[in-house]
């Protein structure tokens, strides 16, 4: 895999602009670990970049090398089937070395197709079974409350995920505790597997139905780094309304064959579509 030197260069709390060309390189990286590996998902994973970028380069308080410090913030991303997102952030931001892309979805590589427990340092939890990374979310940050500790806990879902009923039943019970350092991002790319999202349930108006469970939610454009910053980086009191962040994105998004078609659910990109990423994305 082609390695990039700038995604390695780009320290915690740089401007918007330079998290925009880091989050380029990461999708050409993204690109390249479907073709090598010959894994799918790969347009769940380019809709949800920008989200990552935003929190691991200005709003999460945690420190690569020391990645399982208790007092760190928590991020889980629910929706496993895109880790090859996760990977690229978790490795240009140092929590482990570049060269262990080179061996995603291979056989024993610490970095599987999703997210194994306790796989390689930054990676909090085992996802893929939709539904499981907000109670599980919530149980941490009942445990910061206990402990007496100010960590916050985000989840990053995606909006089929929405269709699990164990996601509604969590966005009761947060409210009910005021769980005010919970913050959940959905990836509302209007996609799942077999359709668009607000065709197989009635997800539209999905902000109200949030705000309707008891959440302070919005609605933000999920590629606009200023507006994904200004979310996620305020102050969240230790009690109070969890907070939904509602973020629009587009499935595919930054290769213009890709975005918006649902076939990159389950494609893997030729070695051809590579080099015409590559070349969209301003990496050759």
Not at 85 to 97: E, I, Q, V
Request: proline share 5%; hydrophobic share 45%.
């Amino acid at each position: 895999m082609r390695h990039l030197t700038s995604s390695s260069t780009v320290p915690f709390g740089v401007d918007a602009s330079a998290l925009a060309l880091l989050a380029r390189d990461l999708r050409y990286q993204i690109v390249q670990l479907s073709h090598n590996a010959g894994t799918p998902h790969l347009g769940s994973a380019l809709s949800c970049i920008d989200i990552l970028v935003a929190a691991y380069w200005r709003a999460l308080r945690i420190d690569p090398s020391q990645a399982d410090d208790f007092a760190r913030d928590r991020f889980i991303l629910s929706k496993g089937h895109a880790a090859s997102a996760l990977y690229t952030a978790l490795s240009a931001r140092d929590f482990f070395p570049e060269s262990w892309l080179d061996n995603f979805g291979k056989h024993g590589s610490r970095l599987a197709e999703q997210p194994a427990p306790h796989c390689a340092p930054g990676v909090e939890l085992a996802t893929g079974s939709l539904g499981h990374g907000l109670p599980v979310g919530i149980g941490m940050a009942m445990a910061a409350r206990l402990a007496k500790k100010d960590y916050r806990v985000f989840v990053v879902m995606s909006d089929g995920e929405c269709n699990e009923g164990s996601v509604w039943e969590a966005a009761m019970f947060a409210p009910a505790q005021r769980l005010g350092r919970l913050i959940v991002v959905i990836d509302y790319n209007k996609w799942q597997a077999t359709g668009r999202s607000d065709e197989v349930l009635n997800l539209p108006s999905l902000v109200d139905k949030w705000r309707a469970f008891g959440w302070a939610a919005r609605e933000v454009d999920g590629h606009s780094l200023p507006e994904l910053i200004e979310a996620l980086s305020r102050d969240f009191p230790a009690v109070g309304q969890p907070t939904a962040i509602i973020a629009h994105t587009i499935k595919g998004k930054g290769v213009s064959f890709m975005e918006d078609d649902n076939n990159w659910h389950y494609r893997i990109p030729t070695a051809e579509e590579v080099e015409a990423a590559a070349k969209e994305l301003a990496v050759i």
